[in-house]
């Protein structure tokens, strides 16, 4: 019996008890984590031999303020195959690379104001110099590239130069502008208008189209005198001069001089203002004097304090708001008649029945709309972005 007694047992020593085993004789057990460190030092052993066999069971060693917890690793320290796994750190540092490259990125997005490069690229690409299918063409698409690359690049320098001197207005009306919200530097803002200055007349001396020159050259003189804060300028003060600055690029240089651009420069013929360059001229000038007055229905706050006297301020938001619709269901009304009295039956149907369309989309909207929530005006003046974009689909289709 007491030979049965102190016979060894056959069985190896479970992995568990052994380590309970370790524990009792050594209260300071180290516990490899998956990043291979230790609280108190490296244990390769204990870290194949009962680390993976504990995985569903805390081990704490205290000792000051440190807690270890084999259920907290990321990863196993070895894989089955004997391969070094990459940690979860190392994988959040590569995946992070991308990070500043993105917010870089959308910062100069919202910089940029998309909604008017948006304006910007459909007013140029509204084929009102072509004649006929054949002139789309390689010849056609070049000299449009030349005007919309250099167009662009001054579409960031005049909404770039008005965020530069309206910071501490945009700290209240727009405060996730960049140079508002600081993720700009005053001096970052400068440099980027610069820059996009240079390349707008580089571009446009380089390609020698004086239409295009011109329309960048007076583009370049109304918006640094809208937003620049001399004596005699910073013409934002005032309404009237501030609807008229956006009303003569909006609606005037960009459909006339970008016409004559193609026009003459491109396809080398005499300049001919036709029906649909006409029309787009007239409705553009309604457009841009709603834009103009509309833009500034949100910001009335900022503007009020820092004494930028706009209609809105003038006469209140609700007033200017249902000019603006008025005025926009004139403009339809009037490209409605237009359209009727077209000689050609398919754009005297898709021109009326467009623009009655569209006339009855904004007057059930302008009818449920808010005016008390800041949030549903900015979404409206998105959304008469929007009709502008539309427009620019009708425009050509007019005989």
């Given at each position: 019996?007491d030979?049965?007694?102190?016979?060894?047992?056959?069985l190896?020593p479970?992995?568990?008890?052994?380590?309970?085993?370790a524990?009792?004789?050594d209260?300071?057990v180290?516990?490899l984590y998956?990043t291979g460190?230790a609280?108190?030092?490296p244990?390769v052993?204990?870290?194949?031999?009962?680390?993976e066999?504990?995985?569903?069971?805390y081990?704490r060693?205290?000792?000051g303020?440190?807690?270890?917890?084999?259920?907290?690793?990321e990863?196993?320290?070895?894989h089955a195959?004997?391969k070094?796994?990459?940690?979860g750190?190392?994988?959040?540092?590569s995946?992070?690379?991308?990070?500043?490259?993105?917010?870089s990125?959308n910062?100069?997005?919202?910089?940029?104001r998309?909604?008017?490069?948006?304006?910007?690229v459909k007013?140029l690409?509204s084929l009102?110099?072509?004649?006929?299918?054949?002139d789309?063409?390689?010849?056609?698409?070049?000299g449009?590239?030349e005007?919309?690359?250099a167009?662009l690049?001054?579409?960031?320098?005049?909404?770039?130069?008005?965020?530069v001197?309206?910071?501490?207005?945009?700290k209240?009306?727009?405060p996730?502008l960049p140079?508002?919200?600081?993720?700009y530097?005053l001096?970052?803002?400068?440099?980027?208008v610069?820059?996009f200055?240079?390349?707008?007349?580089?571009?446009?001396w380089a390609?020698g189209?004086?239409?295009?020159?011109?329309?960048l050259f007076?583009s370049?003189?109304?918006?640094?005198?809208?937003?620049?804060?001399i004596?005699?300028l910073?013409w934002?003060r005032f309404?009237?001069?501030?609807?008229?600055?956006?009303?003569?690029?909006?609606a005037?240089?960009?459909?006339?001089a970008?016409?004559?651009?193609?026009?003459?420069f491109?396809?080398r013929?005499?300049a001919?203002?036709s029906r649909p360059l006409?029309?787009?001229?007239a409705f553009?000038?309604?457009?841009?004097?709603?834009?103009a007055?509309f833009?500034?229905?949100?910001?009335?706050?900022?503007d009020?304090?820092?004494?930028i006297?706009?209609?809105?301020?003038?006469?209140g938001?609700?007033?200017?708001?249902?000019?603006?619709?008025y005025?926009?269901?004139?403009?339809?009304?009037?490209?409605?008649?237009i359209?009727a009295?077209?000689?050609?039956?398919?754009?005297?149907?898709?021109?009326?029945?467009?623009?009655?369309?569209l006339?009855?989309i904004?007057?059930?909207?302008?009818?449920?709309?808010d005016?008390?929530?800041?949030?549903?005006i900015?979404?409206f003046?998105?959304?008469i972005?929007?009709?502008?974009?539309?427009e620019?689909?009708?425009?050509p289709l007019?005989?």
């Amino acid at each position: 019996m007491d030979s049965l007694l102190l016979r060894p047992s056959p069985l190896p020593p479970r992995p568990f008890a052994a380590a309970a085993a370790a524990s009792r004789r050594d209260s300071r057990v180290p516990i490899l984590y998956s990043t291979g460190r230790a609280c108190n030092g490296p244990s390769v052993w204990f870290s194949r031999r009962v680390q993976e066999p504990l995985r569903d069971h805390y081990f704490r060693h205290i000792d000051g303020k440190s807690t270890c917890s084999g259920r907290t690793r990321e990863s196993t320290t070895v894989h089955a195959s004997g391969k070094p796994l990459e940690s979860g750190h190392e994988a959040y540092d590569s995946s992070s690379i991308w990070r500043p490259m993105l917010s870089s990125l959308n910062a100069f997005y919202r910089f940029s104001r998309p909604h008017t490069v948006i304006g910007t690229v459909k007013c140029l690409c509204s084929l009102l110099a072509v004649e006929n299918l054949s002139d789309i063409s390689p010849l056609f698409l070049t000299g449009l590239l030349e005007a919309l690359v250099a167009a662009l690049f001054m579409n960031v320098y005049i909404v770039g130069l008005n965020q530069v001197y309206d910071i501490e207005i945009d700290k209240v009306n727009k405060p996730t502008l960049p140079l508002a919200s600081g993720e700009y530097s005053l001096l970052t803002g400068v440099v980027i208008v610069s820059t996009f200055a240079v390349l707008s007349f580089g571009v446009g001396w380089a390609v020698g189209s004086w239409p295009l020159f011109w329309a960048l050259f007076v583009s370049f003189v109304l918006g640094t005198a809208y937003s620049i804060n001399i004596p005699f300028l910073r013409w934002k003060r005032f309404a009237v001069i501030a609807a008229l600055c956006i009303l003569a690029v909006r609606a005037v240089i960009v459909q006339l001089a970008f016409f004559l651009h193609i026009q003459t420069f491109v396809f080398r013929r005499p300049a001919n203002f036709s029906r649909p360059l006409i029309f787009a001229t007239a409705f553009m000038s309604f457009f841009s004097v709603v834009i103009a007055l509309f833009k500034d229905i949100p910001d009335i706050e900022g503007d009020r304090i820092f004494g930028i006297r706009s209609f809105s301020v003038r006469l209140g938001q609700k007033r200017v708001f249902w000019i603006c619709v008025y005025l926009l269901e004139m403009a339809y009304t009037v490209a409605m008649v237009i359209g009727a009295t077209s000689s050609c039956l398919w754009s005297k149907v898709i021109t009326v029945s467009g623009h009655a369309i569209l006339a009855s989309i904004l007057w059930k909207r302008a009818g449920s709309l808010d005016l008390m929530s800041k949030a549903a005006i900015t979404s409206f003046y998105m959304f008469i972005w929007k009709l502008f974009y539309a427009e620019y689909l009708l425009i050509p289709l007019v005989r």
